[in-house]
T-cell receptor
Framework: AQSVAQPEDQVNVAEGNPLTVKCTYS??????LFWYVQYPNRGLQFLLK??????LVKGSYGFEAEFNKSQTSFHLKKPSALVSDSALYFC?????????????FGTGTRLKVLA | NAGVTQTPKFRVLKTGQSMTLLCAQD?????MYWYRQDPGMGLRLIHY???????AKGEVPDGYNVSRLKKQNFLLGLESAAPSQTSVYFC??????????????FGPGTRLLVL
């Protein structure tokens, strides 16, 4: 069975400081990994994904994430946080070798960037 | 392009009533998904479809039915609503997953309250 864990319900960071939102996953096969962001009263928006290739993936709004197979992690990072980055962030995984198209989402991490 | 739209935006039902949520996309996507979002639970996949006329169960399918009669539409039905189905429902669509182009585009959500 596949699963995703986002161990922090909330992350607080000062504007201008680097930020990290953690995600670990468990799949029996080959993971496809995603990050989405949700602003208040909106649907989710895609940030970035890891399918194959370079372990460091760059996405929208200056975000990046590193796929670490040995630690089964896919942490989201940004070098310098903005107040406008404050939102709810979701990590998701699909087992690409499962033969199904079920995406498992984490419970979300609320990022608060303080001015 | 409107992207992914959902109808209605908000609905109140009494226990035992039925209703249908409509999702429409104008991006010619093959895949469509229905999720529910509950506090502390993240997003959970209810049903999904990999093409017109096909549907498959997700993580939490009980109490819901779906139909995909046209490529652009994906309907979610509640035959006999229960208070446990109070949630925010999101529809999403994507190109053929498995090609690497499996970014999901989400609708704005439908807030459902079952009394």
């Amino acid at each position: 069975a596949q699963s995703v864990a986002q161990p922090e319900d909330q992350v607080n960071v000062a504007e201008g400081n680097p930020l990290t939102v953690k995600c670990t996953y468990s799949v029996s096969g080959n993971p496809y990994l995603f990050w989405y962001v949700q602003y208040p009263n909106r649907g989710l928006q895609f940030l970035l994904k890891y399918i194959t290739g370079d372990n460091l993936v760059k996405g929208s709004y200056g975000f990046e994430a590193e796929f670490n197979k040995s630690q089964t992690s896919f942490h989201l990072k940004k070098p310098s946080a903005l107040v406008s980055d404050s939102a709810l962030y979701f990590c998701a995984v699909r087992d690409a070798t499962s033969g199904t198209y079920k995406y498992i989402f984490g419970t979300g991490t609320r990022l608060k960037v303080l001015a | 392009n409107a992207g992914v739209t959902q109808t209605p935006k908000f609905r109140v039902l009494k226990t035992g009533q039925s209703m249908t949520l409509l999702c429409a996309q104008d991006m010619n996507h093959e895949y469509m998904y229905w999720y529910r979002q509950d506090p502390g639970m993240g997003l959970r996949l209810i049903h999904y479809s990999v093409g017109e006329g096909t549907t498959a169960k997700g993580e939490v399918p009980d109490g819901y039915n779906v139909s995909r009669l046209k490529k652009q539409n994906f309907l979610l039905g509640l035959e006999s609503a229960a208070p446990s189905q109070t949630s925010v429902y999101f529809c999403a669509s994507s190109h053929h997953a498995g090609t690497g182009e499996e970014t999901q585009y989400f609708g704005p959500g439908t807030r459902l309250l079952v009394l």
